[in-house]
C-alpha cells in the first residue's frame, strides 16, 4: 500500500527557513515522479516542485531560487528545502507521486507552514 | 505557462443529477489532462488521467472527455459522497498547473 506522510511544517518568522519531509512506503521514491504541491487557506492547488526519477528538478517560478527539492534513496524520503520565507508561502504543502511526469496518483496528508512575524 | 480555467466555478446540484464541469487551457495539451476531486480538510485525489483514462478504485459514474484545449468532466448520477470541490490539471509541461476549482455542493 502507498503511504506518504508529510513533517515539518510549523510557524516560521520571514525570511526563515524550514525542511519538510514526505516519508514513503510501498513503493520505491528514486523510480518514481515526486512533487510538493501547496494549497494556501481557503485556496486552490499551486503545484511547487517535482524531481524526476533521473533526478533532474523543476520549480514554479515562485519558489525558483528559494526552495530546493531533494530526496534520500536510503531513507526512501523526499524533502523540500525552503528558505528566505514570505507570508504567501503559507500553505498547507502536500507531497504527491506518481509513475507518470506530472501526474498526482498519491498524495500525503499535508503540513501546515505558516510564515507570520 | 499554461493557464487552466474551469466553468463553473461552482454549481448546487442534487442527488441523482447529472454534473458536468468544463476545463480549458490557455494552448493544446492535447490529451494529458487530469481530474482531481478534494473534500474539505482532504488530499486531493485523483479521479481521471490522460483526459479520459479513469484511475483504479474510481466509480465509474465518473468520466471525463476532450482534447487540445477544450475538456469536460461528467458525473453520470451524483451521490452525496461527490459533494467536493474539483481541479483540472495540465501536466503537458512544468510548471504543472491547475485550474481554479469547481465547487459542487447540495441543492
Known amino acids: 500500500e502507498v503511504q506518504l506522510v508529510e513533517s515539518g511544517g510549523g510557524l516560521v518568522q520571514p525570511g526563515g527557513s524550514l525542511r519538510l519531509s514526505c516519508a514513503a512506503s510501498?513503493?520505491?521514491?528514486?523510480?518514481?515522479?515526486m512533487n510538493w504541491v501547496r494549497q494556501a487557506p481557503g485556496k486552490g492547488l499551486d503545484w511547487v516542485s517535482v524531481?524526476?526519477?533521473?533526478?533532474?528538478?523543476y520549480y514554479a517560478d515562485s519558489v525558483k531560487g528559494r526552495f530546493t527539492i531533494s530526496r534520500d534513496n536510503s531513507k526512501n524520503t523526499l524533502y523540500l528545502q525552503m528558505n528566505s520565507l514570505r507570508a504567501e508561502d503559507t500553505a498547507v504543502y502536500y507531497c504527491?507521486?506518481?509513475?507518470?511526469?506530472?501526474?498526482?496518483?498519491?498524495w500525503g496528508q499535508g503540513t501546515l507552514v505558516t510564515v507570520s512575524s | 505557462d499554461i493557464q487552466m480555467t474551469q466553468s463553473p466555478s461552482s454549481l448546487s446540484a442534487s442527488v441523482g443529477d447529472r454534473v458536468t464541469i468544463t476545463c480549458r487551457a490557455s494552448?493544446?495539451?492535447?490529451?494529458?489532462l487530469n481530474w482531481y476531486q478534494q473534500k474539505p480538510g482532504k488530499a486531493p485525489k485523483l479521479l481521471i488521467y490522460?483526459?479520459?483514462s479513469l484511475q483504479s478504485g474510481v466509480p465509474s459514474r465518473f468520466s471525463g472527455s476532450g482534447s487540445g484545449t477544450d475538456f469536460t468532466l461528467t458525473i453520470s448520477s451524483l451521490q452525496p459522497e461527490d459533494f467536493a470541490t474539483y481541479y483540472c490539471?495540465?501536466?503537458?509541461?512544468?510548471?504543472?498547473?491547475f485550474g481554479p476549482g469547481t465547487k459542487v455542493d447540495i441543492k
Open positions: 504527491a507521486v506518481s509513475p507518470t511526469p506530472g501526474n498526482f496518483d498519491y
Open positions: 510501498g513503493f520505491t521514491v528514486s523510480s518514481n515522479y
Open positions: 524531481i524526476y526519477s533521473g533526478a533532474g528538478t
Open positions: 494552448q493544446s495539451i492535447t490529451s494529458y
Open positions: 490522460a483526459a479520459s
Open positions: 490539471q495540465q501536466s503537458y509541461s512544468t510548471p504543472f498547473t
